[in-house]
């Protein structure tokens, strides 16, 4: 079973993508700040990461400047204007989902990204 590790700002949308995760059949890790994600990444080497721009006022583009070994990147933002998300892709995310976003979509970016 494949791990996915989830970090965004809401504990509302961090439960409803772990479960849309659980019924894909993956193993599902929720961080609240970018130290829990760090330390996740160290110990448990999720297959993919699922982020929004911030995490707790902190922006993502510093962290992800950091990360030596990444796992695949799926951002998953309100943000449309097309400069933020070249940004996004500049930055080295692997794919990109708007929100509001269902299952489909979702299914769809993880089967682009090789993970189902």
Do not use: H
Not at 6 to 20: C, P, R, T
Not at 41 to 57: G, H, I, K, Q, Y
Not at 75 to 96: N, T
């Amino acid at each position: 079973m494949q791990t996915a590790l989830v970090a965004f700002d809401s504990k509302q949308l961090s439960a409803i993508m772990e479960k849309m995760l659980e019924d894909l059949g993956f193993d599902c890790l929720i961080a609240s700040d970018f130290e829990e994600v760090s330390q996740i990444l160290a110990e448990r080497n999720p297959a993919v990461l699922f982020l929004d721009w911030t995490l707790n006022n902190q922006d993502v583009s510093e962290f992800l400047s950091k990360l030596q070994e990444k796992p695949i990147l799926i951002f998953v933002s309100k943000e449309k204007d097309p400069k933020q998300i070249q940004k996004a892709l500049d930055l080295g995310i692997d794919e990109y989902i708007m929100k509001p976003f269902d299952n489909d979509i979702l299914q769809s970016k993880l089967s682009l990204a090789g993970l189902l």
